[in-house]
T-cell receptor
Framework: EAQVTQNPRYLITVTGKKLTVTCSQNMNHEYMSWYRQDPGLGLRQIYYSMNVEVTDKGDVPEGYKVSRKEKRNFPLILESPSPNQTSLYFC??????????????FGPGTRLTVL | EDQVTQSPEALRLQEGESSSLNCSYTVSGLRGLFWYRQDPGKGPEFLFTLYSAGEEKEKERLKATLTKKESFLHITAPKPEDSATYLCAVQKPQGAQKLVFGQGTRLTINP
């Protein structure tokens, strides 16, 4: 089954404790993205990756890091989480088609609480 | 500043009562407009892509249309299973991965 998986699905942590949220897709997609979703603010892009070893900032990258060492994986790293990073996080992937855009497939989400 | 505004924020309809959701945008050089459906506790699910003014796409009870400044998602004779949050997103000129999402419209269909 074609899918995007995220782990963990739920996480409660404390300020300053480094954490990683994993994302994996089995569709051989070139593009992958991370979003956060907050009430009243909608989905906002954190980082995206065009392919292996190619990443770029989205609209809200502060406090986050990403890496793309393998095509299927795109982990999101919070080096020193703070309470304002409490949110619902989504990973997404899509295939490349030149300059055209193909629909993104979203993962099930990770609900993160930073105390 | 690029903006995507959806209205209304929430809409409650009776089963069979048709209506429309609005998505207005100020992104210049629009490359694509997308509609997604999001159920509680789940990731958004792709519905439609529209590329140029005048374009229309249909899927079951849903029809999406696009003008130069806004898009409408028309829902005809909705059923309770159409209850969800509907998200609109626009593709920025900078690249295929640059998307700006609206805040969504929470649709509830009462039986």
């Amino acid at each position: 089954e074609a899918q995007v998986t995220q782990n963990p699905r739920y996480l409660i942590t404390v300020t300053g404790k480094k954490l990683t949220v994993t994302c994996s897709q089995n569709m051989n997609h070139e593009y992958m993205s991370w979003y956060r979703q907050d009430p009243g603010l909608g989905l906002r892009q954190i980082y995206y990756s065009m392919n292996v070893e190619v990443t770029d900032k989205g609209d809200v990258p502060e406090g986050y890091k990403v890496s793309r060492k393998e095509k299927r994986n795109f982990p999101l790293i919070l080096e020193s989480p703070s309470p304002n990073q409490t949110s619902l996080y989504f990973c997404a992937s899509s295939s490349a088609a030149g300059l055209a855009y193909n629909e993104q497939f979203f993962g099930p989400g990770t609900r993160l609480t930073v105390l | 500043e690029d903006q995507v505004t959806q209205s209304p924020e929430a809409l409650r309809l009776q089963e069979g009562e048709s209506s429309s959701l609005n998505c207005s945008y100020t992104v210049s050089g629009l490359r694509g407009l997308f509609w997604y459906r999001q159920d509680p506790g789940k990731g958004p699910e792709f519905l439609f892509t529209l590329y140029s003014a005048g374009e229309e796409k249909e899927k079951e009870r849903l029809k999406a249309t696009l003008t130069k400044k806004e898009s409408f998602l028309h829902i005809t004779a909705p059923k309770p299973e159409d209850s969800a949050t509907y998200l609109c997103a626009v593709q920025k000129p900078q690249g295929a991965q640059k998307l700006v999402f609206g805040q969504g419209t929470r649709l509830t269909i009462n039986p």
